[in-house]
T-cell receptor, first 117, second 111 residues
């Protein structure tokens, strides 16, 4: 597609429910990133994919968080048993990622605003 | 912990003035980038400077990098009200694909 697409743009859920956030990267981009941003704060790294594999999952806050990527394209971030502290904007980005020197510029989606009541 | 830290946290200036934001990081890097964010949503890439470069220009943007001090600065000259946004530096932690962002500087340009 023309840009990184995230859905839904807004999600309101009740504490304890599971949520799935979706990211469609730019076509041909092999690297995909998930970040979390709380109100007025910086970006917290969650996970990144190179192709379908996730070399670095170190940023996932707890085992309630998981992510997968299929076909080297769409990625889903799943949060189980949501808590109020999970409320934030979840941002997805992609980059060419073919070689280390090509990966640097990240293209971001508009994010998903998650509100856990 | 996150790699980059920006200062100041917030900056308010008059239109036409220059805005300078600083970024410090902790480990060795291959490159450093600056991004802009409007309204708390998607970030837009502004400029990238490699570890073997000391200064780079793009339009009204000037970026410097001092690897000995592990710091960078972003200068926006002749600021405009439309420059009002949050600005983040980002580095490739551990020299790989992982890109780490700082906490950002919120810039407000008064018309």
């Amino acid at each position: 597609g023309a840009g990184v697409s995230q859905s839904p743009s807004n999600k309101v859920t009740e504490k304890g429910k599971d949520v799935e956030l979706r990211c469609d990267p730019i076509s041909g981009h092999t690297a995909l990133y998930w970040y979390r941003q709380s109100l007025g704060q910086g970006l917290e790294f969650l996970i990144y994919f190179q192709g379908n594999s996730a070399p670095d999952k170190s940023g996932l806050p707890s085992d309630r968080f998981s992510a997968e990527r299929t076909g080297g394209s769409v990625s889903t971030l799943t949060i189980q048993r949501t808590q109020q502290e999970d409320s934030a904007v979840y941002l997805c980005a992609s980059s060419l990622g073919a070689q280390i020197e090509l990966h640097e510029k990240l293209f971001f989606g508009s994010g998903t605003q998650l509100s856990v009541l | 912990s996150q790699q980059g830290e920006e200062d100041p946290q917030a900056l308010s200036i008059q239109e036409g003035e220059n805005a300078t934001m600083n970024c410090s990081y902790k480990t060795s890097i291959n490159n450093l980038q600056w991004y802009r964010q409007n309204s708390g949503r998607g970030l837009v890439h502004l400029i990238l400077i490699r570890s073997n470069e000391r200064e780079k220009h793009s339009g009204r943007l000037r970026v410097t990098l001092d690897t000995s001090k592990k710091s960078s600065s972003l200068l926006i000259t002749a600021s405009r009200a439309a420059d009002t946004a949050s600005y983040f530096c980002a580095t490739d932690a551990s020299g790989g694909f992982k890109t780490i962002f700082g906490a950002g500087t919120r810039l407000f340009v008064k018309a």
